[in-house]
């Protein structure tokens, strides 16, 4: 724009100095043409040569003339474009500052994302060696559920099976309700009897005893009878025996059960007789034909007593027994039931 303006003013000095000059020449020659006529034919040619200058001089103004106005034309362009361009610059130098604002805030918020980032990512590699833990343990689980579904399925086909048994089971445990009802009514009925029946044994005497004969060894053979007396004394409920005597005196008048065992170990005759108040009832004996060889015979009794009544075993004459700490010969009794 300062361009063009200085060559405007260019232009016009120029073409004031062309005209100052044209006008002095012409006042010149006419000068000279009064006062030297020699000269003339010079003074002519300088004149054309002047007017033809000042010819191409106001042709050229007329041709920067119309570039003035072309470039005026285009000055205003520019300065409309210019305009335009100010107010987009205006509103781009808003605009730059309204995104300077947002991108401090935007930076602000950047650090802190980037921050919250770096966290994100460090709770994420957890999370990942986490999620890696769950999944083996989530494998784990998947094929323990598997093994497990497999067991209940085999675990619903019994129980199947046992609802069906213990169907069967609740009607047999009916039934049993009703039989142990009536069992329950028959073992009250039992035990009341059997109340009465233990008080009734409590008034009754015990009589129990067993014994053994002796530990010196063999007994016999003597030339009279001798009565034997059991000397060890295992059990003897009611003292109904007399281990001093070897009798056994009925306490009350009942049914006895009575045993007796004999054990021989050398040659001859090996027995006993049982009495019965002094009155012989029973004869047992045995013929060993080796020393040293062990012969032996048990026998019982069932004998009806009335209380003082007594029993006691003899050896007879020319027989022998034998018993050491093995208890082989013994003796013993009890009551069955009183009468």
């Not at 083996?136 to 094929?143: A, F, I, P, Q, V």
């Not at 009536?182 to 233990?198: A, K």
């Not at 020393?291 to 032996?296: K, L, R, T």
Request: hydrophobic content about 30%; charged content about 25%.
């Amino acid at each position: 724009m300062r361009v063009v303006v200085g060559l405007l003013l260019l232009l016009l000095g120029l073409c004031g100095s062309g005209a100052q000059g044209e006008a002095g020449g012409l006042g010149e020659v006419a000068e000279i043409n009064q006062n030297t006529d020699p000269k003339h034919a010079a003074e002519e040619s300088t004149e054309q040569t002047t007017k033809q200058t000042t010819c191409d001089i106001w042709t050229e103004l007329r041709a920067l003339r119309d570039m003035v106005v072309e470039l005026n034309v285009h000055v205003e362009l520019l300065q409309r474009e210019n305009s335009d361009l100010q107010t987009r610059l205006s509103s781009s130098e808003s605009r730059i500052d309204q995104l300077e604002t947002e991108n401090a805030v935007q930076a602000t918020e950047l650090t802190s994302l980037g921050t919250r980032l770096t966290a994100t990512e460090s709770k994420t590699s957890d999370l990942e060696k986490e999620n890696a833990d769950l999944q083996t343990r989530l494998s784990s689980s998947e094929s323990r559920i598997d093994q497990l579904e497999r067991e209940n399925a085999v675990q619903a086909t019994e129980l199947v099976s046992l609802e069906s048994r213990l169907t069967s089971s609740e009607s047999k445990t009916s039934d049993l309700e009703k039989e142990n009802a009536d069992l329950q009514t028959r073992l009250s009925s039992s035990e009341s009897r059997i109340d009465q029946l233990e008080r009734e044994n409590a008034e009754k005497p015990k009589v129990a005893f067993y014994t053994a004969l002796t530990d010196a060894g063999q007994l016999g053979p003597y030339n009279t009878d001798i009565t034997l007396k059991y000397s060890k004394v295992f059990t003897n409920i009611g003292n109904a025996y007399n281990p001093s005597t070897g009798f056994f005196t009925a306490p009350v008048k009942g049914v006895y059960y009575l045993q007796f065992t004999v054990f021989g170990c050398s040659a001859g005759h090996i027995g006993v007789r049982v009495y019965k108040n002094n009155q012989r009832i029973m004869h047992n004996w045995e013929h060993n034909n080796n020393d040293y060889f062990p012969e032996y015979f048990t026998n019982s009794l069932v004998l009806e007593l009335t209380a003082g009544d007594e029993i006691h075993l003899v050896l007879p004459s020319g027989h022998s027994i034998y018993d050491n700490s093995d208890n082989y010969s013994t003796f013993s009794g009890s009551l069955l039931f009183t009468l």
